[in-house]
């Protein structure tokens, strides 16, 4: 396929179908996303181009790839697969020593907490803590409890000099434009 086509292809395809075509998977077009990209285009929408042989091009992935060209938790002759449990890591030769759902198929085992867990600040086991402890606990929500007062009562402050600076702008503007209509007269 010529340089040419391939713009009119991708341009027919942006630009008289984009509203009407759900958006297609890696590697297909058309209307029901069931055609494969010609060769040598690959990717979405066939936007990308192989740099490679028309036998080594794949119209999802691209050009074909040494073990040693994937990425790191890649595998397969266009690193189209991640490793799978318990692998990880280059060429999938390292193991996980932690459960499946903590194991990235890139760097290993992550913490046996996720971001969309909400992190809790209460203590459950408070009544087995002795004195010294408990006093420790108190005091560390004390402070943060004086910082975050402190830090609304600078807020409010500078609100109330600015909300002043105002007010004073405004004052010194009405009387210099009274004394100025005085003068006029």
């Excluded at 069931?34 to 794949?58: A, M, R, V, Y």
């Excluded at 119209?59 to 991640?82: I, M, N, Q, W």
């Excluded at 975050?148 to 402050?157: H, K, M, P």
Aim: proline share 4%; aromatic share 12%.
């Amino acid at each position: 396929m010529s340089y040419t086509r391939h713009v009119l292809f991708v341009y027919y395809q942006d630009v008289l179908w984009f509203k009407r075509l759900p958006r297609c998977t890696d590697g297909f077009y058309g209307r029901d996303c069931s055609i494969p990209c010609p060769k040598p285009f690959f990717g979405w929408n066939c936007q990308l181009n192989c740099t490679c042989s028309i036998e080594d091009c794949h119209h999802v992935y691209g050009c074909r790839r040494t073990p040693l060209e994937c990425a790191t938790g890649k595998y397969g002759d266009y690193c189209e697969f991640s490793c799978r449990y318990p692998n990880y890591g280059n060429r999938c030769q390292l193991a996980c020593l932690c459960d499946e759902v903590f194991c990235d198929p890139s760097s290993g085992c992550a913490e046996a907490t996720t971001e969309a867990e909400p992190k809790s600040t209460s203590i459950f086991h408070l009544d087995n803590m002795c004195a010294e402890e408990k006093k420790n606990v108190y005091e560390s929500n004390s402070t943060s409890l004086i910082a975050g007062i402190i830090s609304l009562l600078i807020v409010a402050g500078l609100l109330l000099v600015l909300y002043a600076m105002a007010y004073l702008h405004n004052f010194t503007c009405i009387v210099q434009g009274d004394t100025a209509s005085e003068s006029t007269l």
